[in-house]
């Protein structure tokens, strides 16, 4: 009965506790936490470096792409001859390295 009392006489205290308990519950942990703030950048942070990787990669083919299309670099058709087709002069020894 005491403890009824207590509750009827503090309930604007206890309400707040409540409300405070659980806002520093949700900002720690819940979906829009900072748990969740690290995460989402930690993926934000490998996904920056997946697109650099990417891009790079897309501007080396496109770099290639150029060498063979418009006018024709012979230096480089030789190298992708020798590369892809295992191709070489008569006189040449080739050697296969893993």
């Known amino acids: 009965m005491k403890l009824i009392r207590i509750f009827k006489r503090k309930k604007l205290f206890l309400l707040n506790i409540f409300l405070i308990l659980y806002v520093a519950i949700n900002l720690i942990g819940g979906e829009r936490g900072l748990y969740s703030y690290f995460e989402k950048k930690n993926t934000e942070n490998l996904l920056i470096k997946k697109e650099k990787k990417l891009s790079m990669k897309k501007d080396l083919l496109e770099e290639k792409n ?22 070489g002069k008569e006189d040449e020894i080739l050697i296969k390295l893993k």
């Open 66 to 87: 150029i060498l063979l299309s418009e006018d024709i670099d012979l230096d480089y058709l030789d190298i992708v001859f020798r590369e892809k087709l295992k191709f």
